[in-house]
């Protein structure tokens, strides 16, 4: 019923950047804490970044830190991911993820299993060419 959509990605330098975009459609956004995951060939789903409600609290994947910045827009309905100084490790399906948080949960610590959020998107491609 809750269906986030991610848009951006495809074939980028090393060392370019790339800003992907998701909403969720038929939703308000701001109900919701966002995450960002990647799945790269032959390699199981993990965490890149995940911002609170009101965006006041922001977790990263130590291999981001430093170059990727999640952010977003809840008068725009909008989440990014802006990545910047890309590599080609970076090569993967990026998916955004959604999740009401109904139970309260104030430590996005949580976040960074993927099973913690109920809702995904189909992922959109990112690859990194040296």
């Known amino acids: 019923q809750v269906q986030p959509v991610e848009s951006g990605g495809g074939l980028v330098q090393a060392g370019g950047s790339v800003r992907l975009a998701c909403t969720v459609s038929g939703r308000t956004l701001r109900n919701y804490v966002m995450g960002w995951f990647r799945q790269a060939p032959g390699k199981e789903r993990e965490f890149v970044a995940a911002i609170s409600r009101n965006g006041g609290r922001i977790r990263y994947a130590d291999s981001v830190k430093g170059r990727f910045t999640i952010s977003r827009d809840n008068a725009k309905n909008l989440v990014y991911l802006q990545m910047n100084s890309l590599r080609p490790e970076d090569t993967a399906v990026y998916f955004c993820?959604?999740?009401?948080?109904?139970?309260?949960?104030?430590?996005?610590?949580?976040?960074?299993?993927?099973?913690?959020?109920?809702?995904w998107g189909q992922g959109t491609q990112v690859v990194v060419s040296s």
């Open positions: 993820a959604a999740d009401p948080n109904l139970i309260g949960v104030t430590t996005l610590t949580y976040y960074r299993s993927s099973e913690k959020f109920k809702y």
